[in-house]
């Protein structure tokens, strides 16, 4: 697991998938702090260790990344940890459109 606080190269996301799922790395964004975790089994393991270094609950959200995908699918809405009533998303997608903006813009930022 690891915390991208900087920037993570394709070429290391693509070594993660295949050591892991073979074509998806698992990973959490941290809305507020924009930073990324990344690299295991599970999203509450990521969300953990984000929790561990400061970030609060509310502002985590998991995703799924496709180093080999370009364009849209190469980040996917999909996480338990996302279904939060309390927040308004009632699924394991990210409902609010602008929340998937500020993600894929944190994403982007972060992984070149």
């Known amino acids: 697991m690891k915390?991208?606080?900087?920037?993570?190269?394709s070429g290391e996301l693509k070594q993660m998938a295949v050591a892991t799922f073979g074509n998806l790395v698992k990973a959490v964004v941290d809305v507020d702090r924009e930073i990324i975790a990344?690299?295991?089994?599970?999203?509450?393991?990521?969300e953990a260790l984000l929790l561990e270094d400061g970030s609060k609950q509310k502002n985590l959200w998991g995703i799924?990344?496709?180093?080999?995908?370009?364009?849209?699918?190469?980040?996917?809405?999909?996480s338990m940890i996302n279904m939060?009533?309390?927040?308004g998303?009632?699924?394991?997608?990210?409902?609010?459109?602008?929340?998937?903006?500020?993600i894929i813009e944190?994403?982007?930022?972060?992984i070149k």
């Open 106 to 110: 944190i994403v982007a930022k972060r």
């Open 64 to 78: 799924n990344l496709y180093p080999e995908i370009q364009g849209d699918d190469f980040v996917e809405f999909d």
């Open 84 to 87: 939060r009533p309390s927040q």
């Open 38 to 46: 990344v690299d295991a089994e599970l999203h509450s393991d990521l």
């Open 89 to 102: 998303n009632r699924s394991r997608g990210i409902e609010n459109e602008e929340m998937r903006k500020k």
């Open 3 to 9: 915390i991208v606080t900087e920037t993570l190269l």
